[in-house]
């Protein structure tokens, strides 16, 4: 697939975002095709174009694109743009003019905001003040989240962004929406009767989303403090891959169809319950032989600070499908390992008929584990009796592997470029997504919790296996 030719604007363009995950992603992209992608970075830093290339090139070098072909692209297609931190983006307008006229583009545009939240607002004022909301070809707007912090900043946000943009011209990006697993995910579901005829209130007994992080919070302590787990993972991420694994079959696989059910799901949970809710922050301890400090001494975290790095909550869905079903959502970081993973466990056999010799009733249940990251693929548990006289039974999975079938895929901000470039919204969320989601999660972050203690490197704290409920040993992802 070429790409259409177009002009890619990152604001923010010296920041970690640009260097690490959208450069390597636009040249990747444009690596094997026959595609025009003219790439503008601007930033307030005092750069000019031939500084920004060589930066660019160390960076390209750093993610393992490097040689001729590689410098060329860099010399020819890279630009940089120096903007004011006070005043108005007037001067990037003509600039932008002057790009397209040197390379014969046609006013196909992307505006990428790599940039802290506090200053989206003023931002997206002044690409609208200064005429670059509308262009002669086509204007996108690409939003990082968080977008907002609470149910009021959200709208906030919203009525900027509509003030200059209209929503079809908006994407809010996540990245885990552009991992292969993730778009599988309806696949998956909508074409295969056998699971779609299972996935309801009758087959499933309960589903846990798990994103598990190994690393502490690093250098990001400032940002991270006035966050938490529940805004920066819970309130997107995970909540996102909720409403793909509970919505209803789309009327279309167009992108608003699609939407438009994520959101049903999002109004159709219930009032979070603080009982629900439980938080950990973690301490010091070790992953593998790796000594990791506490949190709390972590660079630019106050010393007393009860921010949550670790957030699990019990969700109940108030539909025909889900009654009765708990969605049991985990996030930490500095857990044991790196895994993010769905898990729908479905309901035991209603009678049992195997007896073990040894082992009494045996019942088991079937469990699907859709893995994201670190192996994209899913692996589907069943019971199967060992050879012999023995009565024994055994666990086995149905194991697929998205690297053994395919081979290489393409990391996920590739995937959600592409989709901007061409205009495919299905992997984004739209303004009505986010403010349903801040509605469900705003009393809980302006609740305040304390958070238990866990030593880096567990499965966080004890506490959080209590919501699964009385009759269930363990997380059937990552078990603590």
């Known amino acids: 697939m070429s790409l259409t030719p177009h002009l890619f604007v990152v604001v923010g363009a010296t ?3 640009f260097s690490r995950k959208l450069l390597p992603a636009i040249r990747s992209l444009v690596a094997d095709q026959d595609s025009q992608v003219v790439v503008l970075g601007v930033a307030t830093g005092d750069l000019n174009d031939e500084s920004f290339r060589a930066t660019s090139r160390l960076d390209l070098e750093a993610a393992g694109a490097t040689g001729p072909d590689t410098d060329k692209w860099c010399d020819d ?19 932008i003019e002057e790009i397209e006229r040197e390379h014969g583009l046609s006013g196909n545009r992307v505006f990428y905001l790599a940039l802290p939240p506090s200053v989206f607002p003023i931002a997206i004022e002044r690409l609208g003040e200064a005429g670059l909301a509308q262009s002669p070809g086509w204007t996108r707007l690409v939003i990082e989240k968080p977008f907002g912090r609470e149910l009021e900043s959200a709208r906030e946000l919203n009525s900027v962004v509509h003030r200059h943009f209209d929503e079809s011209q908006v994407y809010r990006i996540d990245h885990y929406l552009g991992k292969e697993t993730v778009q599988n995910l309806l696949v998956f579901r909508f074409t295969n009767p056998i699971f779609e005829a299972s996935w309801n209130r009758d087959r499933v007994e309960r589903v846990e989303i798990t994103v598990a992080e190994s690393l502490g919070v690093g250098e990001r302590g400032g940002y991270y403090d006035r966050a938490g787990a529940l805004r920066d993972m819970i309130q997107n991420h995970l909540t996102q891959l909720l409403t793909l694994v509970a919505m209803e079959t789309p009327v279309t696989f167009a992108a608003d169809a699609i ?8 109004r159709s949970i219930r009032g979070i319950n603080p009982d629900d809710v439980v938080l950990g922050q973690y301490g010091e301890g070790r992953i593998g032989t790796e000594l990791i400090g506490a949190y709390r001494d972590a660079a630019d975290v106050a010393a007393d ?10 969700l109940d869905l108030d539909s025909w499908r889900w009654q009765g079903v708990p969605f049991f959502l985990r996030t930490g970081k500095a857990m044991k390992e790196r895994t993010t993973q769905i898990a729908v466990t479905f309901r035991r056999p209603p009678i049992c008929l195997i007896h073990g010799k040894s082992d009494g009733c045996i019942e088991h249940s079937d469990v699907l584990h859709l893995t994201l990251q670190p192996d994209e693929g899913f692996s589907l548990e069943i019971e199967v009796k060992e050879p012999g006289d023995s009565g024994r039974l055994r666990t086995i ?10 081979g290489d895929i393409p990391e996920a901000y590739e995937t959600l470029l592409a989709d901007v470039v061409e205009g495919d919204q299905t992997l984004f969320v739209r303004s009505d997504e986010v403010e349903e989601a801040w509605r469900l999660y705003t009393p809980i972050v302006e609740t305040p919790f304390g958070p238990h203690p866990y030593p880096a490197g567990s499965w966080g704290p004890e506490a959080a296996r209590d919501l699964l409920g009385p009759d269930v040993t363990n997380w059937a992802t990552a078990p603590q």
């Open 305 to 314: 600070s009860d921010t949550a790095t670790f957030a699990a909550i019990r």
């Open 397 to 406: 999975p149905l194991h697929f592997s998205y690297s053994e079938a395919f």
């Open 77 to 95: 297609f890279l630009h940089y743009e120096q903007i004011p931190k006070e005043g108005d983006y007037s001067a990037l307008a003509d600039r």
């Open 15 to 17: 920041g970690d975002l």
């Open 259 to 266: 939407r438009d059910e994520k959101v049903k799901v999002l």
